[in-house]
């Protein structure tokens, strides 16, 4: 079985542009959660989606957004980049909406010049 | 405030010396404890799932438990391949997940 699955592997942008990130969740899974790991800081939650509808956003700023496709696939898209948006950004898929073990892929590197 | 702590930060073994690695949790709702294993510059991979107090999960070297409180990795006779970072996180309401920092464990052969 296939697993979480994200693209690319690397991004490097500058300043002021705009980032967009990729993810296939496993096969059957409902729930896509988007998550970014800074250096030396552990994983904060940036958004959960559901079903094709956002169900939670952890503490970021709204030039952090994304959407979920009807195949279940998600896109993260960081607007207006700053220095401080490098990071490793990680996606994880479940297969619904409780309790359940979360999927992570393998990550997109970030880097903002 | 949900909070998620684990010790210590760092840990070095020998090859064969079992240790614990400790994640304690001040959340408002728990709906699960999880633990994961991160190879450096990958996504972490998942170990276990824990839901209540008195609850032990087994795999290969590794055995987590949890209480009220905290949960415990246990890591008996390591091997150098067991060498990563160990991750803890709690999942509250609206799955909120909240990720401890992190222990990151080396094994020396």
């Given at each position: 079985?296939?697993?979480?699955?994200?693209?690319?592997?690397?991004?490097?942008?500058?300043?002021?542009?705009?980032?967009?990130?990729?993810?296939?969740?496993?096969?059957?899974?409902?729930?896509?959660?988007?998550?970014?790991?800074?250096?030396?800081?552990?994983?904060?939650?940036?958004?959960?989606?559901?079903?094709?509808?956002?169900?939670?956003?952890?503490?970021?700023?709204?030039?952090?957004?994304?959407?979920?496709?009807p195949n279940y696939s998600s896109?993260?898209?960081?607007?207006?980049?700053?220095?401080?948006?490098?990071?490793?950004?990680?996606?994880?898929?479940?297969?619904?909406?409780?309790?359940?073990?979360?999927?992570?892929?393998?990550g997109t590197r970030l880097t903002?010049? | 405030?949900?909070?998620?702590t684990q010790s210590p930060e760092?840990?070095?073994?020998?090859?064969?010396?079992?240790?614990?690695?400790?994640?304690?949790?001040?959340?408002?709702?728990?709906?699960?404890?999880?633990?994961?294993?991160?190879?450096?510059?990958?996504?972490?991979?998942?170990?276990?799932?824990?839901?209540?107090?008195?609850?032990?999960?087994?795999?290969?070297?590794?055995?987590?438990?949890?209480?009220?409180?905290?949960?415990?990795?246990?890591?008996?006779?390591?091997?150098?391949?067991?060498?990563?970072?160990?991750?803890?996180?709690?999942?509250?309401?609206?799955?909120?997940?909240?990720?401890?920092?992190?222990?990151?464990?080396?094994?020396?052969?």
């Amino acid at each position: 079985e296939a697993g979480v699955t994200q693209s690319p592997t690397h991004l490097i942008k500058t300043r002021g542009q705009q980032a967009t990130l990729r993810c296939s969740p496993i096969s059957g899974h409902t729930s896509v959660y988007w998550y970014q790991q800074a250096l030396g800081l552990g994983l904060q939650f940036l958004l959960w989606y559901d079903e094709g509808e956002e169900r939670n956003r952890g503490n970021f700023p709204p030039r952090f957004s994304g959407r979920q496709f009807p195949n279940y696939s998600s896109e993260l898209n960081v607007n207006a980049l700053e220095l401080e948006d490098s990071a490793l950004y990680l996606c994880a898929s479940s297969p619904g909406t409780g309790g359940e073990e979360q999927f992570f892929g393998p990550g997109t590197r970030l880097t903002v010049l | 405030e949900d909070q998620v702590t684990q010790s210590p930060e760092a840990l070095r073994l020998q090859e064969g010396e079992s240790s614990s690695l400790n994640c304690s949790y001040t959340v408002s709702g728990l709906r699960g404890l999880f633990w994961y294993r991160q190879d450096p510059g990958k996504g972490p991979e998942f170990l276990f799932t824990l839901y209540s107090a008195g609850e032990e999960k087994e795999k290969e070297r590794l055995k987590a438990t949890l209480t009220k409180k905290e949960s415990f990795l246990h890591i008996t006779a390591p091997k150098p391949e067991d060498s990563a970072t160990y991750l803890c996180a709690v999942q509250i309401d609206n799955n909120d997940m909240r990720f401890g920092a992190g222990t990151r464990l080396t094994v020396k052969p």
